[in-house]
């Protein structure tokens, strides 16, 4: 298993195995994602015209089983930022970390911690951000799809120092599996003071 980092442009070549490792991991509960690669290779240009941007890629057997990806909150889509501008929050002061996807077999091997030490070393080698934060979909515990035995993250996101912020949330579309439609759900946002 090999692990390696790429910033903006260098990204460009795994833009495919990004989104199919996307599309595949974010099927699984809680995100139930029925994704498209148009949908996904537009959503991951943010991170290849970010002159910042960061992607940590596990590669093994020749193939992406795992990616991190971080972004400036100035440098995301206006929805993002505009919880935080509500709030009182300067987004050119925030790091956005999106997602951290492993495929099953590759997880419980601290690839997730990982994902983290590089990514808030990569936000604090600026020297200017002030906080590190991400966001995570809202389930009901009753969901129907909810898997037995279902863990959430929220005890691995606390040991990391990020707390839960329930005014900062922002709506967003997609078509869960078995949907017809689109619908929009509910993402909170989980933050930290950057160690700098």
Known sequence: MKIFTRQSTEITPYLDDLAALRIQVFREFPYLYDGNRDYERQYLQTYIDSPRSLAVLV???DRIVGASTCVPL??????FRLPFENAGIDPAEVFYFAESILLPEFRGHGLGKR???EREAHASSFGRFRYTAFCAVERP???PRRPAGYRPLDGFWQSRGYRKQPHLQIRFPWRDLDDEHETEKTLTFWM???DT
């Open 192 to 194: 930290r003071a950057l």
């Open 59 to 61: 590669c093994a057997d």
């Open 115 to 117: 994902f983290f030490d």
């Open 141 to 143: 515990t009753d969901h």
């Open 74 to 79: 100035e440098d995301e889509d206006a929805a």
